[in-house]
Every structure is written in structure tokens, then in C-alpha cells.
T-cell receptor
């Protein structure tokens, strides 16, 4: 069974700080997606990484896919209260299905 | 273009009852997937419908069922509710395609089900 573990499960920091959250697995994925989910809403896709070692930037968010395509990280620079939410990673398996992590709940305090 | 809509948004039921949840996909999207989300468990895939046919199924008991109509709207039904069925039920729509590539899914806001 493929599993995706996200860490930390919960993170609360002050506005302006930097942070990194992780998504790890013992399995190889074809691609990996990151989503953000806000209270009362469904997840919204932020980025898809496909190639091992790939780095994608979305404003202050930097996503990296591990060289072996088993892990990924999300780094946020100068976090803002608007970044608050549940960050979910999901890996694409060989059947084109998504395997989901449990998420990192991020709170940015003003 | 309107997003994915789900009704009802909130629902309270008692053990043993059944429930039907509805999902209207984005116009033009033919695939609808259903997920169960519980704290600490992430999203668990229930099933996917495309052109009124179930195309993929997750590891849930037969109490969980679904269907899709000709206009791509989908419903899921849970019979003989158990306390552990309390969760946020999300549906997501995508264009559909061949089912052999990963497409971008657009999620609705979910239906929060509480079983007492």
C-alpha cells in the first residue's frame, strides 16, 4: 500500500517567517501535486511536479520534487496570514489515481 | 464558469439511516470523483464516474454507492450509517478524457456529514 506522510502535522508561526513542509513516501510516484484547502472549501490545486529534482515557484511558494520522485517539499518565504490553510500533497500512482497525505495545518499569525 | 456545487452543505443523521449527497460538476466536465475526508486521514478515494459508468472504485464497503446522470450530475448514497461515516464528503470534477492520464480535478466545498 502506497502511503504519503506529511510533516509537520501542524505548524503555527508569525507573519514574515519562512517555513518548509514535507511530503514523504517509500514509493515512487509519476507526479506529485500540492493543494491548499481553506475552512469550508475543497482543496485547490497549487502545482504539479513531474520530473525528479524539479523545482517550481509560485510567488513566495517553492515546490521541489525529490530526485527519486518519492518525496517533495513546499517552502514558503515571508509567510502571510493569507497562507493559512491545510496543505495537502497527493502522488499519482501507476493507475493514474491520487494517493493523498493527511495534510499540514498551517496557521500564520499576524 | 460556475464551480463544482454540492448539496446539502451540512447534514446530521443517526446511526442506521441512509443519506444521499449530490454533486453538480463544472459545465463540460464529464468525470466526477468522490472522496471522504476525515481529520488525520487525508482524502480517501470512494469512486469515479464517467459517462454514467463507474470507472474506478476505492476500498469502501458496499454501503457506499453512487451514480451519475446523463447531465454528469452525480449522487452518492450511504446506507446503514455508522458513527465512523462522519466526515467531509468532497466531490471533484474533471474533463474526463481517456482515464489514462491524470487530469486537473476541481473540488466542490463538500458536504459535512455528522452521524449521531
Amino acid at each position: 500500500t502506497q502511503l504519503l506522510e506529511q510533516s509537520p502535522q501542524f505548524l503555527s508561526i508569525q507573519e514574515g517567517e519562512n517555513l518548509t513542509v514535507y511530503c514523504n513516501s517509500s514509493s515512487v510516484f509519476s507526479s506529485l501535486q500540492w493543494y491548499r484547502q481553506e475552512p469550508g472549501e475543497g482543496p485547490v490545486l497549487l502545482v504539479t511536479v513531474v520530473t525528479g529534482g524539479e523545482v517550481k515557484k509560485l510567488k513566495r511558494l517553492t515546490f521541489q520534487f525529490g530526485d527519486a520522485r518519492k518525496d517533495s517539499s513546499l517552502h514558503i518565504t515571508a509567510a502571510q496570514p493569507g497562507d493559512t490553510g491545510l496543505y495537502l500533497c497527493a502522488g499519482e500512482d501507476s493507475n493514474y489515481q491520487l494517493i493523498w497525505g493527511a495534510g499540514t495545518k498551517l496557521i500564520i499569525k499576524p | 464558469k460556475a464551480g463544482v456545487t454540492q448539496t446539502p452543505r451540512y447534514l446530521i443523521k443517526t446511526r442506521g439511516q441512509q443519506v444521499t449527497l449530490s454533486c453538480s460538476p463544472i459545465s463540460g466536465h464529464r468525470s466526477v470523483s468522490w472522496y471522504q475526508q476525515t481529520p488525520g486521514q487525508g482524502l480517501q478515494f470512494l469512486f469515479e464516474y464517467f459517462s454514467e459508468t463507474q470507472r474506478n472504485k476505492g476500498n469502501f464497503p458496499g454501503r457506499f454507492s453512487g451514480r451519475q446522470f446523463s447531465n454528469s450530475r452525480s449522487e452518492m448514497n450511504v446506507s446503514t450509517l455508522e458513527l465512523g461515516d462522519s466526515a467531509l464528503y468532497l466531490c471533484a470534477s474533471s474533463l474526463g478524457g481517456s482515464g489514462k492520464t491524470l487530469e486537473t480535478q476541481y473540488f466542490g466545498p463538500g458536504t459535512r456529514l455528522l452521524v449521531l
